[in-house]
């Protein structure tokens, strides 16, 4: 399950930080890290999908999202019975409110 984890974060992450460090031109002298080829990459990738560049990242965002959904179920239903255990400890240790005779219904 960790190396499931370690390979889905790791490409996502390493997207998200070359697509900062790229919109904001912050290069570091790295070619790949500059706003001009990060402005060609959305051109080679829209004219191959046959879309305009702009739309890529808001879809590729989506798609993450999506992505994220999926291994959050997958993760968490691994661990239902260990979440199913804790959510009934917990549910024991909170205090129930016994029903009183008084209440504010009674007040002046």
Do not use: C
Not at 13 to 23: E, F, Q, T, V
Not at 25 to 32: A, I, L, Q
């Amino acid at each position: 399950m960790k190396w499931f984890l370690i390979l889905w974060a790791g490409p996502v992450a390493l997207l998200g930080l070359w697509y900062g460090l790229s919109y904001y031109d912050m290069s570091f002298g790295f070619f790949m890290l500059t706003r001009k080829t990060h402005d060609l990459v959305f051109q080679i990738y829209g004219n191959i999908l046959g879309i305009p560049p702009q739309d890529l990242p808001p879809m590729v965002a989506r798609a993450i999202a999506f992505d994220s959904l999926i291994v959050l179920s997958i993760v968490l239903f691994r661990k239902r019975r260990a979440i199913a255990t804790w959510w009934r400890a917990r549910q024991a240790s909170v205090p129930r409110l016994a029903a009183s005779e008084e209440s504010l219904s009674s007040a002046p």
